[in-house]
């Protein structure tokens, strides 16, 4: 089995840290079962992260077991590294392990001299300190992620979660990145050269009160849904609805409804080969037209850019 360690050092961004921990901890290949062994490993045996302290099992030594390692952000990614942590990511490095950094966690790997000359990227809100900081790293700071091959970083938030997906797609090919992104509730698999501008519209339905609201649309978002429709299935007015949605998912519940569209369009552009006007009105949109300027705003490519990444991964794997 696949073996992923995650490095928590002191100030790691709790964010960064759990985004690899879910993302290849939901993998599963045919059969159920599980694609990776997931595990978090620190200098320390308790690990400062923002308001809280992680209880960490497992030492430096881990990172020698591994054959990813994943490092995550730190609050202050100027902080000195600590020494041995720099020994340990040279020497798995020159093993061969793969290795990955999400958001400023490119600061630690361009610290341990894991980047000098290579292409690489971080959070486009640090790109200016890191081009000062380490000149000799090719940094492009317009990208989800950048992979090089033995060594993969990634911009910030969620763009950690893309470039997650695509080192399972590496792994084990299309299909299993595509039901992990779904396990995980990230369904926005992007490519990484597409902009770090692109919002991703998501929210922890178990979070909210509007649960059943949000299960009920998504059994039902294929429908000629309205404003109406929606408030009268949750028993509110329209008004109490709009401020309801806009409080616990930061959008109105017709955006809300546009994004399940898109992302079970997205899954029948990965799985089947019907064509692109079809798929949206079998998703609920009306006018193919609007449809592919919904799917361009919200996943950042059109319909066909993106069953045809897809395509190209399923062939790669």
């Known amino acids: 089995m696949h073996s992923v360690v995650v490095l928590a050092l002191p100030g790691t961004l709790a964010f960064d840290l759990s985004t690899p921990i879910e993302v290849f901890g939901r993998v599963r290949l045919p059969g159920g079962r599980p694609g990776y062994k997931v595990r978090v490993c620190a200098a320390e045996p308790v690990v400062a992260a923002g308001p809280v302290r992680l209880a960490v099992d497992h030492g430096l030594e881990a990172l020698a077991q591994a054959d990813t390692i994943v490092v995550p952000g730190c609050a202050d990614p100027t902080a000195e590294v600590p020494a041995v942590v720099v020994d340990s990511l040279r020497a798995a490095a020159a093993t061969g392990t793969r290795i990955a950094s999400i958001c400023v966690g490119a600061f630690t790997l361009a610290a341990a001299g894991l980047l000098d000359g290579a292409r690489a990227t971080t959070h486009w809100a640090a790109a200016d300190l890191f081009r000062d900081t380490y000149p000799a790293v090719q940094l492009d700071p317009d990208v989800l992620y950048v992979d090089t091959g033995q060594v993969v970083t990634s911009a910030g938030a969620t763009a950690g979660i893309d470039m997650c997906l695509h080192l399972v797609a590496r792994d084990y090919g299309a299909a299993v990145a595509a039901d992990a992104s779904r396990l995980a509730v990230a369904p926005l698999y992007r490519d990484g050269g597409q902009a770090q501008f692109i919002v991703r519209h998501t929210v922890d ?100 850019a993106y069953r045809n990444a897809f395509r190209r991964r399923r062939e790669a794997g």
Do not use: K, Y
């Open 205 to 304: 339905p178990a979070a909210t009160g509007l649960t059943a609201l949000f299960e009920w649309i998504e059994e039902n978002a294929h429908r000629d849904l309205t404003l109406a429709d929606i408030a009268r299935r949750a028993a509110m007015s329209v008004r109490t609805l709009n401020r309801r949605f806009h409080e616990e998912a930061g959008q109105t519940p017709m955006q809300w409804v546009n994004g399940v569209r898109i992302r079970h369009a997205q899954q029948l552009l990965e799985t089947t080969d019907r064509g692109v006007d079809s798929i949206a009105h079998q998703v609920g949109f009306t006018s193919p037209a609007n449809f592919r300027v919904q799917f361009r705003r919200i996943s950042g490519v059109a319909p066909g």
